[in-house]
């Protein structure tokens, strides 16, 4: 008989081809005695191949598990800037509060916690900006936030004081405290008591954390110099936004704009 021993690197086709041929050139007698041989080596082989397949699927798994997030961790983290930037630019609460400090758009608003064209802009337009656009477009736009308050609102400095401390502390925190404002506007608009439209959603421990930091000379200052920069780049009322855009154009428009108008806009410029 030319039998050859079977090649440890040849495949599976190969073994059974040889096998095979093992088995035809094998007496009669001895078959059986060989057969038993072969089935145990068989199965040795296939339960070994099993085996290794199996160490192989929970390895995987356990990569899979650890170096993955599901979707409800992903739902839970927060999006977009945990910290507002603080940029170099020529005033102090230049904060960039959504997008990439470096993105080529750059989108400036000019705002009025106690103007009530400054409050529909807010939810018409800026709320939608920041969930939707900004989000899909985070390389692309930037958006930076001034606190200009006139002096014809009593409460109004207060109110960007309290605004301007929160977003020192957290991107989270200044969107809570602005959302509080300008919902509740029409109630803290009158008497000023804006700590117990605060305390709403709030803890104690929290606010007076903020009213600590607002009544610190810094952010006054920083407010008057938003007050001074607003005059030279001729911002007259609120709200008004000025897109700069990757070229280096500038758009400036006053009063309230929409958001589909606005995303049409910023769409072009992004092309």
Aim: hydrophobic share 35%; with cysteine.
């Amino acid at each position: 008989m030319d039998l050859h021993p079977p090649d440890s690197r040849s495949s599976y086709g190969e073994r059974a081809s040889l096998l095979a041929y093992t088995w035809n050139n094998i007496p009669a007698k001895g078959r059986r005695r060989k057969k038993r041989t072969d089935i145990k080596a068989t199965m040795s082989g296939v339960l070994k191949s099993h085996l290794f397949m199996l160490c192989i699927a929970t390895l995987f798994t356990a990569c899979i598990s650890v170096g993955c997030k599901s979707k409800q961790d992903v739902d839970r983290e927060p999006r977009g800037l945990s910290v507002i930037q603080h940029t170099d630019g020529d005033s102090l609460t230049e904060m960039c509060i959504a997008g990439k400090s470096g993105a080529p758009i750059k989108i400036e608003i000019f705002s009025d916690y106690q103007c009530i064209q400054c409050r529909s802009f807010y939810f018409e337009t800026l709320k939608p900006l920041l969930k939707e656009y900004i989000a899909s477009n985070m390389g692309k736009c930037r958006i930076v936030y001034h606190d200009i308050p006139s002096e014809k609102h009593l409460y109004g400095r207060k109110a960007a004081r309290l605004a301007l401390a929160a977003g020192r502390i957290s991107r989270e925190l200044w969107l809570q405290v602005t959302d509080l404002l300008y919902k509740e506007q029409d109630q803290w608009s009158q008497q000023g008591d804006i700590r117990a439209i605060l305390a709403r959603s709030i803890d104690t421990q929290r606010i007076s954390e903020l009213e600590k930091l607002a009544a610190d000379a810094q952010i006054d200052l920083a407010i008057q110099q938003e007050i001074v920069k607003a005059r030279s780049r001729k911002v007259i009322s609120t709200p008004t936004i000025i897109i700069h855009s990757k070229i280096g154009q500038e758009h400036q428009v006053a009063g309230r704009l929409g958001y589909d108008i606005l995303k049409e806009f910023l769409d072009g410029l992004s092309r």
